[in-house]
């Protein structure tokens, strides 16, 4: 038997060492349920609360948010289905991927063009709302562009939230406006605006509790993170060349982009390889987003940081979006589409300074190669993939089939970003009848006739203007031709191959800097051009170089690959035959390899259309800070039938499959060989620093055909209609947000403390049961 001072030693430190467990499994339960420990690993498993409808009552149109929290109690990521009925009938679901002990708040946005009262189940859980007709005093206040002037904060500190109202309507409008925070309501204020009015409303709030939040003001919505004092979040990823992950060190440790994590407050050494080998190419490191041109480099985490390592192609290809077709054995690379859908072409500098932003043409047309494109069970497959890191609004789609005579080709024309004209006319063009320039000179005077003469591959020297010594002494890319006398051609065509190279993004922004810094010198009117757009010029009888109509101007080739297409020349010159020049400029680097001119008359050709079956899917996941609601992945034949605002909006990774069924489709009659070309309407969005300028990387605002620019001022608007809307919320439902970060060290150190007291106690016991 032990001795009363051994029995009291023992209970001691059993005492003590209970004092301690209980103090690290306090600690280990507050971190998991913190959300900050993960235990043995188990699979997802899913609790759905809080399903909240707002409002519950309005009228009918009117849009209904349905929420629902989705918490995932499991270890594992997982996806969760939800299953949203109305009236016992399944009216959405969305496929939430929800990080292992985490939660996720998932969103339906309703139309219903009925009055009367529905019921909403999901997740076992059911609530009630109730539509009325509509008021003939309804508000006509819209609200837009919803801000926060940070998305990380510590814990009390202020946060500021902005969002825009505009009165739409010809007479003066109310609206009461909740401004919400985490389902409990914050301010409530009523506005008037007087017709067409435009205010901003300012709410500032503070939260305590870590953790994701969320901000509604009526049925706009936005999240942002309350982190430990003395950290905020850094992330670290790269743009350009596809989705492969890019290793870089951090401290001298290696990771792999995406990268995001937790940190305390401190200076970092970060570097990122110079090359880069993506398998299709291989890229060059360019400049990081903040415009530093450094491979290493020192960062200071003062505030949440986001990191973006650029990188361009050098050799090879890594083109957005790009286009694919199957010629019987492998999918065969074309091109990348519809460059004059690039959002963010700018205009001019206006009178208070501000960048003017215009352009953009949504259409491409892509002559596709007929000895390789092969029927597969009786259609033709295409596909176009999302390989940049970049957002896309594919409009429509369609395969134009052209049979026309064996002894010419044909053509279709490229559009000018600056025209807002779909150019859909195939011209032929003689096989054999085609004449050269009588001349060619480039800017420098130069003799560049024997590079456009043959279709060689041997392309003119052009320059770049970002890289001219100053606005009002630019370096344009130039080219002068004589086209000899043609004073008896009833029809001019030109056939040009040529292309684009835009050059480095960083030479963009220095553009911009140097541009805006003289205006605010003195030096630039009001009204200059930035970035002139592409211009031809035609000589009159007198001499004189003159601009060519908007509609007949001069379209920029495609970038990475170049494409021959016809620009109409027909009508754009007097009768006297030595006056058949042209001039065309561009303030772009712009390359020709081949300019050649056909005199013949067009002939008659026979077109058929065919609409696609088409399907979204993603087929690899990349980096990306992209945020906002995506088209959801399935049918999306639908979007594509007609050009009308109905975006399949997808990111990096995601890939559009059409199939154009061509079984039935009558073979060409003798004498006819068959041509094909697909027509393409399609915007896409660069991130900032990536090309991207005036806008966040973000889906909204969404492009329309009618608008000025990109971004369009807010006298403009998306058509928000009824059918728009309900395009919306069919749609839109694949929601792109950023993930929390886990403190996986503290973990870490909660589970060692107690397997240490364990394991001591375990001994104390043994040694008191040997000395017993």
């Known amino acids: 038997m032990l001795s009363r001072s051994a029995r009291t030693k023992l209970k001691t430190i059993l005492v003590i060492d ?21 235990a043995e690993p188990k699979q997802a498993e899913f609790i759905v609360t809080d399903l909240k409808i707002n409002p519950v009552e309005a009228e009918v149109y009117e849009p209904i948010l349905v929420t629902v929290n989705v918490t995932n109690i499991g270890d594992e990521q997982g996806e969760y289905v939800a299953n949203l009925t109305i009236n016992n009938a399944l009216e959405e679901n969305q496929t939430i991927l929800v990080p292992g002990r985490n939660s996720t708040i998932a969103e339906f946005r309703i139309l219903k063009e009925t009055e009367g009262t529905y019921n909403v189940s999901l ?88 953790g994701k939040h969320t901000v509604a003001v009526n049925l706009l919505s936005s999240t942002f993170t309350v ?73 200071t985490l003062d505030e949440r940081k986001i990191f973006v390592a650029t990188y361009i192609v050098i050799s090879g290809y890594a083109s957005c979006p790009s286009l694919f077709y199957w010629n019987g054995t492998e999918y065969v690379y074309v091109t990348e589409v519809s460059n004059a859908g690039w959002l963010g072409y700018m205009d001019y500098i206006d009178e208070k300074g501000n960048i003017v932003f215009g352009g953009g043409n949504p259409w491409d047309t892509v002559k596709l190669d007929a000895n390789q494109l092969t029927l597969r069970d009786g259609y033709y497959d295409v596909i176009l993939q999302q390989r940049w890191d970049e957002i896309f609004y594919l409009d429509s789609a369609y395969m134009m089939v052209v049979d026309h005579p064996s002894d010419v080709d044909v053509y279709s024309t490229m559009v000018n970003y600056v025209n807002k004209a779909f150019p ?69 065509k030109l056939v040009i191959n040529g292309m684009v190279d835009w050059g480095p993004a960083e030479h963009y922004y220095d553009w911009i800097e140097d541009f805006t810094t003289a205006f605010e010198n003195g030096q630039i009117p009001s009204g200059t ?12 009888e007198t001499g004189i170089w003159v601009m060519a109509p908007q509609d007949r101007q001069i379209p920029t080739p495609s970038d990475y690959t170049a494409r021959s297409f016809v620009v109409d020349l027909t009508g754009l010159f007097s009768k006297d035959a030595s006056k058949y020049k042209i001039r065309i400029n561009n303030f772009w680097n712009v ?43 399935g049918d999306v034949t639908q979007l594509l039938s007609n050009a009308n605002d109905m975006f399949v909006i997808g990111m990096q990774g995601d890939q559009v499959s059409l199939q154009f069924q061509a ?35 973000t889906v909204d605002p969404l492009p329309f055909q009618n608008m000025s620019g990109f971004p369009y001022p807010s006298t403009e608007s998306y058509p928000y209609d009824a059918s728009h809307l309900l395009y919306l919320q069919e749609y839109n439902k694949r929601v792109r947000t950023t993930p929390s970060p886990i403190l996986s060290s503290l973990t870490t150190w909660a589970t060692t403390v107690i397997i240490l007291i364990v394991a001591v106690d375990l001994s104390v016991l043994i040694y008191f049961r040997k000395r017993k």
């Open 663 to 697: 079984a039935s489709l009558p073979p060409p009659k003798d004498g006819l060989e068959r041509d094909f070309f697909l027509f393409v309407a399609c915007w896409f969005k660069d991130p900032p620093g990536n090309w991207g300028y005036g806008f966040d990387f």
């Open 227 to 299: 982190v430990p004092e003395g950290y905020h979040k850094l992330t670290i990823t790269r743009a350009g060349g596809g989705s492969i992950p890019l290793t870089f060190t951090l401290d001298g440790v290696d990771y792999d982009t995406p990268y995001t994590e937790l940190l305390p407050l401190g200076e970092y050494t970060l570097s990122v390889p110079l090359l880069v080998d993506v398998g299709t190419g291989v890229l060059e490191f360019s400049h990081w987003n903040d415009g530093s041109t450094s491979i290493s480099r020192t960062i």
């Open 591 to 633: 390359t020709f390899d081949y300019i050649g001119i056909d005199t013949t008359l067009q002939r008659s050709i026979t077109l058929h259309k065919i609409n696609p079956t088409a399907t979204l899917e993603q087929i690899a996941t990349g980096p990306s800070i992209v945020a906002g609601n995506f088209t959801k992945f």
């Open 424 to 492: 859909d006319e195939i011209y032929t063009v003689s096989k054999v009848n085609l004449k050269t320039p009588v001349s060619a000179f480039n800017e420098r005077g130069e003799d560049v006739l024997s590079k456009i003469a043959k279709l060689d591959g041997i392309f003119t020297l052009g320059s770049n203007g970002l890289i001219s010594p100053s606005w009002d002494n630019m370096t344009l890319n130039q080219l002068t031709l004589d086209l000899g006398d043609l004073s008896e051609a009833q029809q001019i």
């Open 123 to 210: 997740g076992g859980l059911s609530s009630l709302f109730t539509l009325t007709p509509i008021s003939p005093t309804a508000s006509k206040i819209g609200l837009s562009k919803l801000m926060l002037d940070t998305y990380e904060a510590w814990p009390n500190q202020p946060i500021t939230a902005t969002v825009t109202a505009t009165n739409v309507a010809e007479e003066t409008s109310s609206l009461s406006v909740r401004f919400i925070v985490d389902d409990s309501l914050a301010d409530f204020r009523s506005i008037e605006l007087a017709a067409k009015e435009t205010t901003t409303l300012e709410f500032t709030f503070n939260v305590t509790a870590e």
């Open 529 to 540: 051009q930035i970035t002139p757009a592409p211009y031809m010029e035609v000589m009159d």
């Open 18 to 38: 209970i004092l301690i467990v209980a103090v690290a499994a306090g600690v280990y339960f507050y971190l998991q349920a913190e959300g900050l420990i993960v």
